[in-house]
């Protein structure tokens, strides 16, 4: 019957526009996970390196 099918068509092009909208969402946020996760890296990495950076100049000077 053409009515079973074209309800079938309705019905798989309304479940792909939910998936690619759910892919959309899923990515965006993905994309703000990831800009957070890069910025604590980078205050990470200045941490270490000020750490680092205090550490050498507290340590004592060796005698040669």
């Known amino acids: 019957d053409i009515t079973v099918e074209k309800e079938a068509e309705l019905a798989l092009a309304a479940l792909n ?5 759910r892919v959309a969402l ?3 946020e993905l994309e703000i996970r ?3 996760l890069r ?3 980078d ?3 200045r941490t270490a390196s000020v750490y680092e950076e205090l550490a050498a ?3 004592p000077a060796s005698s040669s």
């Open 17 to 21: 526009v939910d998936l690619e909208r």
């Open 26 to 28: 899923r990515t965006a």
């Open 34 to 36: 990831n800009r957070e």
């Open 39 to 41: 910025a604590t890296m």
């Open 43 to 45: 205050v990470a990495e």
């Open 57 to 59: 100049s507290a340590a």
